[in-house]
């Protein structure tokens, strides 16, 4: 008799890493910090032409904060779907795709209105 030896992830895990989307990038649940990380870096080198900006006089206002939980309410997952890092050119937002752009300045117009 053989015992299972799938490593158990923790609920917090789960929810940053689906494993949907850890078997599309990686083929398996079970990474290290280092090829998740290595993963993260690749994707925003091939999303440079997917990237929006968000001024500095906006990221001042606190907009980093709005802008993700915008996202997350909308369903895009961080690293899958984009990621956001702040500059000194306020933030900057890459997504996966042309249509994800689109989308999230719909998004971020209306979103705005109840900032």
Same mark, same amino acid.
């Given at each position: 008799?053989?015992?299972?030896?799938?490593?158990?992830?923790?609920?917090?895990?789960?929810?940053?890493?689906?494993?949907?989307?850890?078997?599309?990038?990686?083929?398996?649940?079970?990474?290290?910090?280092?090829?998740?990380?290595?993963?993260?870096? !690749?994707?925003?080198?091939?999303?440079?032409?997917?990237?929006?900006? #968000?001024?500095?006089?906006? $990221? &001042?206002?606190?907009?980093?904060?709005?802008?993700?939980?915008?996202?997350?309410?909308?369903?895009?997952?961080?690293?899958?779907?984009?990621?956001?890092?702040?500059?000194?050119?306020?933030?900057?937002? !890459?997504?996966?795709?042309?249509?994800?752009?689109?989308?999230?300045? #719909?998004?971020?117009?209306? $979103? &705005?209105?109840?900032?």
């Amino acid at each position: 008799m053989t015992q299972s030896t799938q490593i158990k992830r923790s609920d917090i895990m789960k929810a940053m890493y689906p494993d949907d989307q850890m078997i599309e990038a990686f083929g398996t649940v079970e990474t290290n910090i280092s090829e998740r990380a290595d993963h993260r870096n !690749r994707l925003w080198c091939e999303w440079k032409e997917h990237s929006v900006i #968000i001024s500095p006089s906006l $990221a &001042r206002k606190n907009i980093h904060y709005n802008v993700i939980k915008t996202l997350q309410s909308s369903g895009y997952k961080d690293p899958f779907d984009y990621q956001c890092r702040r500059n000194g050119n306020g933030s900057e937002i !890459r997504f996966r795709d042309k249509m994800q752009v689109a989308d999230f300045k #719909i998004t971020l117009a209306e $979103a &705005r209105l109840s900032w």
